[in-house]
C-alpha cells in the first residue's frame, strides 16, 4: 500500500488559452495536513511519434529547428493529436506530411506521460514498417523539415552520441526495444 495519498483538488481556474495548450491554476489541499497550494498545469492535446522504419530497415527522421531549444535536432516525425482524430489517424497524416513517405503496417508500442508534473496529455508512439516515399513534404506553414535516413541498428549510436537528444524520441525507441524484447521472449 502506497504511504502517498491523492491529493484533493479544491479550485481550479484557467488562466489564458493558446494555440496548442491551455494555462491553468489548480490548488490542492495536502492531505496530511490542512495546508493548501497552487500549481501550475498546461492542459495539452495527446501527441503522437512515429518511428516510420523501411522495407531496407532505415528509419525515416527529420531536422527542424526547435524553438525552445533555438537550434536544429534530429527526430522522428510525429505531432499533436487534434480535429477529433485518433492516435493512429495522427500518426498516418504526420508521417506524409512531415516526410512524404506511408505504409500500412502499422503497430502500437505504447504511451508515455512527457511530464506529468504539469502537462495532461500523453504521447503515443507508432511503429509503421515498410514506408515508402509517395509523395512531396506537406509540413505546416511554421515548419522547414530536412528528410534523413539512417540504419535502425544506429540508433543507439546516434542517442549515445548526442545527435538525437529529444526525451519523447529515446522514449519512443525504448518502447520499440521493449517491445522486440517481449516478442523474443514469447518464441
Known amino acids: 500500500m502506497p504511504l502517498i495519498e491523492k ?7 484557467l488562466l489564458h488559452s493558446f494555440r496548442i495548450f491551455n494555462l491553468r491554476e489548480d490548488r490542492y489541499r495536502l492531505p496530511r495536513s490542512d495546508r493548501e497550494a ?6 495539452s ?12 530497415g532505415e528509419v525515416v527522421l527529420i531536422r527542424q529547428f526547435r ?5 536544429v535536432t534530429l527526430e522522428i516525425p510525429g505531432g499533436m493529436v487534434e480535429g477529433g482524430l485518433s492516435p493512429l489517424e495522427t500518426g498516418r497524416k504526420e508521417l506524409l506530411e512531415e516526410t512524404g513517405y506511408t505504409g500500412e503496417d502499422w503497430e502500437y508500442l505504447g504511451y508515455v506521460h512527457p511530464n506529468p508534473a504539469f502537462l495532461t496529455n500523453r504521447c503515443h508512439t507508432f511503429l509503421a514498417r515498410g514506408v515508402e516515399k509517395v509523395a ?8 522547414e523539415i530536412e ?8 540508433i543507439p549510436a ?5 545527435e538525437i537528444t529529444h526525451a519523447l524520441v529515446i522514449g519512443a525507441f ?14
Open 45 to 56: 492535446p495527446d501527441w503522437v511519434n512515429i518511428i516510420p522504419l523501411t522495407a531496407a
Open 38 to 43: 497552487p500549481f501550475f498545469i498546461l492542459e
Open 147 to 154: 528528410v534523413v535516413t539512417a540504419p535502425l541498428k544506429e
Open 158 to 162: 546516434l542517442i549515445s552520441s548526442g
Open 136 to 143: 512531396e513534404l506537406a509540413p505546416d506553414e511554421s515548419e
Open 174 to 187: 525504448h518502447l520499440l526495444g521493449l517491445n522486440n524484447r517481449k516478442k523474443q521472449m514469447a518464441k
Open 67 to 71: 524553438f525552445g531549444l533555438e537550434e
Open 7 to 13: 491529493w484533493r483538488c479544491s479550485g481550479r481556474r
